[in-house]
């Protein structure tokens, strides 16, 4: 068991050295002047030279990729060219609130996406499954960012059902004490509930919106091993002691049916906290990292966008490996397996 | 007397192609009857039909069942569940992969209001399994076939069925661990007096296990008799070519996989 | 792009020979074609809608404007008919050089085997350790914020997905017994990947390619969106819903609205294509 867990993260540390050599030979050695880039386009040549001398681009290549490898090492994700400040502070400051709203997109996503394939399993061929087929192409064809736009004109501008977007709590609400850096939990650690609903109702529209767009992957996947597990030979056993439909449906179909979806997790995260996030934050005027990179890009701050893509990269490579553990762990044909 | 009897049964997919045709039989209370045919015969559909457990796609369209004089088939349909249970050909697959065997079996008797302790080990060293709490913690992919094959027996025995349907048990077994499950079989048919509906391809095997067989060939069954008659005098062409075909077979080897 | 009139002809044809046998493939086909087809067509005789209208720009949808116009007095409709040369052109090229890329890398990996394979891998598994959109990003604010090089990091960002699909089938085929009795009458590796390996490798890929499609104009609107695929004023569909964004706020909503519709029905109708696809292949 030790010997796997030891193979895996030696797998991972592979995959993150990989992504910091990628995102090194991606900014610094495609053709693109990262320097003329920073600079912006009105910016005079004395301006480039300067980035360039103080970003030590104007030095050679291998010394370059050494020092950002021993920055690498330490955690040191570059200095931003706009602000001046450690991009990892900069990230780190925001990311509760990318991660709050991300892990509640990622329960809405989970939970949305096995109701629907189970549903859809079960109906299977009736009405219900061709309805929820028809939810699974419009939300995959979806643009996350159009969708968002649709959403707040309607509710917020017409139906005023959500109030505007402007950030993690509406006007009049002050955030509460930093202890988790997610404003529901701190809110109500610190008694307060009225905050605690306030920013609660600012996080359920863009999570409701990652959420239903990240749920199609997991209800293909649920349905397709539902239906894989309620077709089975045990599943047949189970019938043919006449087990109620419920019990059938969950302790042969879903315990079967759910170990797919540990793994699918992993690309649903991906969306939730950065491919669909990076979209969608500024719409909302979301302080989170999502925003940073958004911002970062408009300014052409290389740095502070390259930063955030570390971030990310060893962030995600991290994730799929626990969920590799989360898998292995939770399907016993596989852990026995690793043991012998 | 009879304990199962079925008349007229058909079995067609949903395009319309008929799998089982007319088929009929009776079981007496303590009497292993068999079917016999190739894959394709119809013989597992006839079985899987009687306890409502047929494939998508596929459907009972006629036929009349009683089991203990109790009608549960008519006219096609499902009046309600017969008191028999079933064991199947792959005993693995037939597991919950995810669940322990210990687990399995506290759901079935759980189900059956017989809960209480011991009930599980007790039923376990029934069917001759030694350390039932070893078996017992384990999952289903990390026991030999024969194991999981005492396991479903066990768990079919403890529903107190008047009918066992056995669709080929011992394909697949060691040869060793094939005669160990017949054995069992037949054991139980005798302590307990119920009636087992036996479904092989393997002539040798049904000759063994059963008093009356029924040889199936696509979808209709060709003759209903004595074994013994069968095999010294078949009258119909195609028991006969399915004996002499049967008598060529070769032996199955000592390591338990088939020649020829 | 093409003759006016051949992409509808082609279409009936198409219908009536193929017995699609399902009435979501029959709509997407349908909606895709007319797309396709207004998006050649319409410019041509009307122009790419880039001329300002005389009046107050931000028109609500009229019959005169359907889409409405833009803040610039721009017609909408005309601007996303516009677009349409990018977005799905882009799209079915990103698609194909993905699925032409993929598939003969994935497939010389499989039967290669080895130190290639693993080199090969290990190379896929570093490109799917970003996010695509995240990936992209950083390659287009590193390359240069065009339409090419957007199209390129896009194409970068689906390789690897398709490479590791061709190289699983390629390795199932691989292992068939056809394979083994090319390899005995002494054909040569290239040889038996090129004339075996491919072309049963490449029927599920070619399946997938479809989804890369509706992926690859999301992904390339997206984008856009963000400022670093298309540069203003060229029209596409993601720029357009970023354009339109200072408009929400004012209450109007149509020049964001119409195009992230045809985004929609053009990705779904992809979509559905490739799941029939899926299910003739089978």
Redesign the interface.
């Known amino acids: 068991m030790l010997g796997s867990i030891r193979r895996r993260l030696g797998v991972a540390a592979i995959s993150i050295a990989g992504v910091a050599v990628l995102i090194f030979f991606i900014t610094q050695l495609l053709p693109g002047d990262p320097a003329r880039i920073a600079a912006g386009q009105y910016a005079s040549e004395e301006q480039v030279e300067q980035i360039r001398a103080r970003y030590g681009l104007d030095q050679p290549v291998l010394a370059q990729f050494g020092g950002y490898l021993a920055d690498f090492v330490r955690f040191d994700l570059g200095t931003s060219i706009r602000t001046d400040q450690p991009v990892r502070d900069e990230l780190l400051e925001r990311l509760p609130a990318t991660l709050e709203l991300g892990l509640l997109s990622l329960l809405i996503a989970i939970v949305l996406g096995v109701v629907l394939g189970v549903t859809a399993a079960v109906c299977r061929h009736r009405a219900g499954d061709k309805i929820i087929q028809v939810f699974v192409i419009l939300a995959s064809a979806t643009a996350v960012f159009w969708v968002a736009l649709v959403a707040i004109s309607l509710f917020v501008n017409q139906w005023g059902v959500f109030t505007s977007p402007i950030g993690r709590l509406p006007r009049g609400y002050p955030p509460p004490s930093h202890v988790t850096g997610f404003y529901v939990v701190d809110a109500l650690l610190a008694g307060d509930p009225a905050t605690a609903g306030a920013a609660l109702r600012t996080l359920l529209l863009p999570a409701l919106l990652l959420g239903t767009l990240a749920a199609p992957s997991i209800v293909k996947i649920v349905r397709s091993s539902t239906i894989r597990a309620l077709?089975?030979?045990?599943a047949?056993?189970?019938?043919?002691?006449?087990?109620p439909t419920g019990?059938i449906l969950f302790?042969?179909g879903l315990?079967?049916a759910l170990?797919p979806v540990i793994t699918n997790v992993g690309l649903v995260a991906g969306f939730v906290l950065a491919g669909g996030n990076v979209l969608i934050e500024q719409l909302f005027a979301w302080p989170g990292i999502g925003g940073y990179a958004y911002r970062s890009l408009q300014e052409n701050d290389l740095f502070a966008l390259r930063g955030y893509v570390i971030f990310i990269g060893v962030a995600y490579v991290l994730i799929n490996t626990l969920l590799e553990f989360a898998y292995r762990w939770a399907?016993?044909?596989v852990a026995?397996a690793e043991e012998t | 007397m009879t304990l199962l009897n079925v008349e007229g049964l058909a079995v067609d997919t949903r395009g319309g192609h008929s799998l089982v045709r007319d088929f009929a039989i009776e079981v007496a209370p303590g009497e292993v009857v068999g079917i016999v045919g190739e894959s394709g015969s119809g013989k597992t559909m006839t079985a899987l039909s009687l306890?409502?457990?047929l494939?998508?796609g596929v459907s009972v369209v006629s036929g009349e069942a009683s089991l203990a004089g109790m009608p549960f088939l008519r006219d096609g349909r499902v009046l309600r569940?017969p008191n028999a249970?079933?064991i199947?050909q792959?005993p693995t697959?037939?597991?919950?992969?995810?669940?322990r065997i210990g687990a399995q079996l506290d759901?079935?008797l759980a189900?059956l209001g017989k809960k209480g302790r011991g009930r599980a080990e007790e039923l376990l060293e029934s069917v001759g399994i030694g350390e039932p709490r070893a078996v017992m913690g384990r999952?289903p992919?990390?026991l030999s076939g024969g194991m999981n094959q005492r396991v479903?027996i066990a768990?079919a025995i403890a529903?107190e069925p008047s009918l066992l349907i056995a669709d080929e048990p011992t394909t697949g077994l060691d040869v060793t661990v094939q005669a160990q499950i017949l054995e069992l079989i037949r054991s139980t048919v005798a302590t307990r007096e119920i009636g087992v509906l036996f479904v092989s391809h393997d002539m040798g095997v049904i000759a063994q296990m059963c008093r009356r067989v029924a040889v199936m060939y696509q979808g209709e069954v060709r003759e209903f008799a004595d074994v013994d008659d069968i095999f010294h005098a078949p009258g119909d062409s195609y028991t006969k070519e399915l004996l002499a075909s049967a008598a060529e077979q070769p032996r199955k080897v000592g390591d338990g996989t088939r020649t020829g | 792009m093409t003759v006016i009139g051949s992409p509808v002809a082609l279409r009936g044809n198409l219908a009536g020979r193929m017995k699609l046998g399902d009435p979501m493939a029959y709509v997407a086909f349908v909606t895709l074609g007319l797309i396709i087809a207004l998006g050649a067509v319409v410019p041509l005789i009307f122009g790419d809608g880039d001329v300002a209208q005389d009046n107050e720009g931000l028109l609500p949808p009229s019959w005169s404007h359907p889409f409405g116009t833009d803040r610039y007095g721009r017609d909408i409709l005309l601007r996303s008919l516009a677009a349409v040369r990018i977005d799905i052109s882009l799209g079915v090229a990103v698609a194909l050089s993905v699925l032409v890329i993929g598939s003969t890398v994935g497939a010389l990996s499989a039967t290669f085997g080895g130190m290639v394979d693993a080199v090969i891998m290990r190379m896929t598994d570093i490109l799917l350790a970003l996010p695509g959109v995240v990936l992209a990003l950083i390659i287009t604010a590193s390359l240069g914020k065009n339409t090419w090089f957007a199209a390129v990091a896009v194409i970068i960002a689906f390789i690897p997905l398709l490479v590791r699909l061709a190289r699983a089938k390629a390795l199932e085929v691989r292992s068939a017994d056809y394979i083994a009795a090319a390899r005995l009458s002494g054909a040569s590796t290239l040889q038996v990947a090129f004339q075996h390996v491919l072309p049963n490798a490449i029927k599920y890929p070619f399946v997938q390619s479809t989804l890369v499609a509706s992926l690859a104009i999301l992904d390339f609107a997206a984008l856009s969106f963000l400022g670093v695929g298309v540069q203003p004023p060229t029209p596409e569909w993601g720029a357009m819903i970023a354009e339109g964004v200072g408009d929400n706020l004012l209450g109007a909503w149509w020049p964001s609205f119409f195009p992230g519709l045809m985004i929609l029905l053009s990705a779904a109708s992809f979509q559905i294509i490739g799941d029939w696809l899926d299910r003739r292949l089978r």
């Open positions: 077709e089975s030979d045990y047949r056993t189970s019938r043919s002691f006449g087990y019990s302790r042969d315990r079967n170990l399907d016993p044909r026995i | 306890l409502g457990l494939p998508e569940r249970t079933m199947f792959n697959a037939a597991l919950n992969p995810t669940m759901r079935l189900f999952h992919h990390q479903v768990m529903a």
